[in-house]
T-cell receptor, first 110, second 114 residues
């Protein structure tokens, strides 16, 4: 099976803009989680989607949102970008006790 | 989720076994012990998990103390490709109807010396 794919891999935006990141889970996986990784805070959970419904959410402001489509692909959106949003954004699809991570999207906010 | 404690860094010679420790003294009876690793410039990768008994898979072995307050990830023969940050994570079996998040700490950075 193909692994988790994320697009784009790299992105540069400026403050105030918005961004949409995409994640395609492993075929057959219905759960998609998103994480943010920064040097200062490490890996932090953003939210999880299952069957198009958000069923778990981390402690991030409302500027961070997501959605999941009927084919389990997921997108996350960050509005009104801040410099501190520069990070590696990872998504993971889950099967039972194992999460499979994608390579991430590296976002740089200038 | 209960807290884990890991050394910040460890070194190993190539082709030697590596024992990565993790303390989790406040573990509850329903917490799974998970290990993930993150190679440079990649997303985390599942390594192994267990509940009470020792576990083996093609990547590693997980030794769990009898009181479950600590565990050790064992890489039987370190290779250069094993150089990564290793995360020990506890996951409550009964958290949220199948939904759970992984709470990553700072992990142990393993360096493998050729």
């Amino acid at each position: 099976k193909a692994g988790v794919t994320q697009t784009p891999r790299y992105l540069i935006k400026t403050r105030g803009q918005q961004v949409t990141l995409s994640c395609s889970p492993i075929s057959g996986h219905r759960s998609v989680s998103w994480y943010q990784q920064t040097p200062g805070q490490g890996l932090q959970f953003l939210f999880e989607y299952f069957s198009e419904t958000q069923r778990n959410k981390g402690n991030f402001p409302g500027r961070f949102s997501g959605r999941q489509f009927s084919n389990s692909r997921s997108e996350m959106n960050v509005s009104t970008l801040e410099l501190g949003d520069s990070a590696l954004y990872l998504c993971a699809s889950k099967a039972q006790e194992t999460q499979y991570f994608g390579p991430g999207t590296r976002l740089l906010v200038l | 989720d209960a807290k884990t404690t890991q050394p910040n860094s460890m070194e190993s010679n190539e082709e030697e076994p590596v024992h990565l420790p993790c303390n989790h003294s406040t573990i509850s009876g329903t917490d799974y012990i998970h290990w993930y690793r993150q190679l440079p410039s990649q997303g985390p990768e599942y390594v192994i998990h267990g509940l009470t008994s020792n576990v083996n898979n093609r990547m590693a072995s997980l030794a769990i103390a009898e009181d479950r307050k600590s565990s050790t990830l064992i890489l039987h023969r370190a290779t250069l490709r094993d150089a990564a940050v290793y995360y020990c994570i506890l996951r409550d079996l009964y958290s949220g109807a199948g939904s759970y998040q992984l709470t990553f700490g700072k992990g142990t950075k393993l360096s493998v010396i050729p």
